[in-house]
């Protein structure tokens, strides 16, 4: 089973992007839900919307219990047809490993684990109760785990020589709910026993996280007790979950990769409040227990980082409604950044050209779109970013080092001002025209293209220019574009009344229509993607 590999990968990480077949591919993708590929019939629906949305990218989970339902008996139907549906769609596929963690607990292992909780070790929490979730402290646990994650591998890198599979999530927001820590008797012998030393290191050089300052107030010891080492509280509880976690998903990543070498991640369930609303809890929490303890959250992200070097980076669930940090945060660690799910309405589509645009994310995808339909409100606007960052997705692949920038416009902060050679664009939300009242928030991606020249693509706002004192800033050509296929292929060379004479151009929201009032009828260019070339004289 841990052989060489049976083919090369076409899929890798080179700089800030995956790379596809040698060139930079940005993740334009979309997150179905957690039923939708149990069943084949699920499969072609979930995908089929997907598909129609525009995205090029579909994650979709494989779960335990269905593709193990016997111990050592392995069903890869559905696995295989994920990846025909998606290769016949042409989409690129992320699979989500649901195995012995899924939002925190343990549904999606095998009957075989369920029904045996002595053989497979659970959770124990302050009032003694066992819940359902399997302790990170048992061998025989992870390793079921991670002999049925390299099967997974291994028939991946079987039926799919044209690497239609690009990365793979390993388990799905990982962490301990309900308590700071496992009170079982596994989880009590480790931590009455010596904190490894890789722990402490990591603790050591991490000046940013909480329990650096535990660490020093504690006399910075090099070994000892984890109480000898950092003290009492939840931070130290936290931090030796993040030990158990992240060493039992070094071992089935390590095992997933001995089969198949492509790029593996793990999603984090984010420790800061959530702008979700229902009565289960998906995202959130201020102390740990309450979102998940252990899991890979930006404190303990260098202990992840130590004992799971095979995790090539740790991917933050944005639920929340300041994304800037966040996502500032997770980039900083290993230069990575990926949104394997937000949301996909109107507070989720700025949050995806900032990824993008900000902080050079691999990508984005929104979670559960597979539930919007045609006639949903929410499907044409989301839609329509799809095709605007996979214009912005087509330029970065042909130039990944050109300077990006994202810029988002809103009721507190309505206007911007960017840099395009010598001349100052004024990115606003005022309709000069006097036709379209403002709606917020409004979205762009800046990619420069030249000395002075860009490419904007995004809705809701208008650019006017300005230069430098004494001189008059203009427009030296404006070709607005449309995507076909993964190419840009001009539509307009603007100029006249769809400039208004050379002094604007307007990035209207889709289907904004004809201009009320009017004895010519007139209607704005709405394709939202735009390469500009502008001079001063």
């Known amino acids: 089973m841990f052989g060489r590999p049976l083919h090369q990968p076409t899929s890798s990480l080179t700089g800030q992007y995956i790379s596809v077949g040698g060139r930079p591919f940005v993740v334009v993708g979309a997150e179905v839900h957690n039923s939708s590929s149990s069943t084949d019939r699920a499969i072609s629906e979930s995908f089929d919307a997907i598909n129609r949305l525009g995205a090029n990218t579909v994650l979709a989970p494989v779960a335990w219990d269905l593709f193990e339902p016997a111990e050592g008996s392995f069903d890869t139907h559905l696995l295989d047809a994920m990846i025909d549906a998606a290769r016949s769609r042409g989409l690129k596929l992320i699979p989500l490993w649901f195995g012995s963690w899924k939002n925190a607990a343990s549904t999606y292992v095998p009957a075989w684990v369920k029904q045996n909780p002595d053989r497979f070790a659970r959770s124990v929490i302050t009032d003694g109760r066992r819940i359902e979730h399997l302790t990170p402290f048992a061998e025989e646990s992870r390793d079921a785990d991670a002999r049925a994650f390299s099967v997974m591998m291994r028939r991946i890198a079987e039926v799919d020589a044209d690497g239609t599979v690009i990365a793979v999530q390993v388990e799905n927001e990982i962490g301990l709910l309900g308590d700071t820590r496992d009170r079982g008797k596994l989880a009590e012998e480790l931590f009455q026993a010596r904190v490894p030393a890789e722990v402490i290191s990591a603790v050591a050089g991490d000046s940013e ?22 003290g009492t509280g939840d931070r130290v509880d936290e931090a030796f979950m993040a030990a158990g976690f992240a060493r039992y998903t070094q071992v089935i990543a390590a095992a997933g990769r001995s089969e198949l070498d492509v790029p593996m991640f793990v999603n984090a369930w984010l420790d800061r409040d959530s702008v979700l609303d229902g009565p289960v809890a998906l995202a959130g929490g201020k102390r740990p227990g309450q979102y998940p303890s252990g899991g ?38 290993r230069g990575l950044l990926f949104v394997p799910e937000l949301r996909g309405d109107a507070p989720g589509i700025p949050q ?21 339909t045609p006639d949903d409100a929410e499907t044409a606007p989301l839609s329509d970013a799809f095709r605007l960052l996979r214009a912005a997705a087509a330029i970065i692949t042909r130039n990944p080092s050109a300077h990006i920038r994202a810029i988002t416009l809103t009721e507190e ?29 409004g979205y762009a991606i800046v990619i420069e293209d030249g000395d002075a020249a860009a490419y904007l693509m995004g809705r809701g706002f208008w650019i006017t220019l300005a230069s430098d004192e004494g001189t008059t800033a203009s427009f030296l050509s404006a070709t607005s574009y449309e995507l076909e296929g993964d190419e840009l292929v001009p539509q307009l060379c603007l ?43």
């Open 296 to 333: 890979p959250v930006l404190p303990v992200a260098a202990i992840w980082e130590a004992l799971a070097p095979d995790i090539d980076f740790i991917a933050p669930d944005m639920y929340v409604v300041d994304a800037t940090p966040v996502f500032a945060g997770y980039k900083a660690r």
């Open 352 to 372: 995806m050209f900032e990824a993008i645009g900000s902080h050079g994310a691999l990508g984005v995808s929104p979670f559960g779109v597979d539930s919007y």
């Open 209 to 230: 996280a909480p329990l650096h300052e535990e660490w020093i107030a504690a006399g910075r010891q090099t070994e000892g007790t984890w109480v000898e080492v950092f």
């Open 413 to 441: 902060t309505p206007d911007a001002k960017i840099r395009v050679g010598n001349v100052d664009v004024h990115v606003h939300t005022k309709d000069d025209w006097g036709f379209v009242t403002p709606t917020y928030p």
């Open 495 to 537: 100029n006249g009344d769809e400039t208004a004479s050379g002094t604007l151009i307007p990035f209207p929201f889709a289907g904004t229509g004809l201009v009320p009032g009017r004895a010519i009828p007139t209607r704005i260019p709405d394709t939202g993607i735009v390469r500009i070339s502008v001079y001063a004289i």
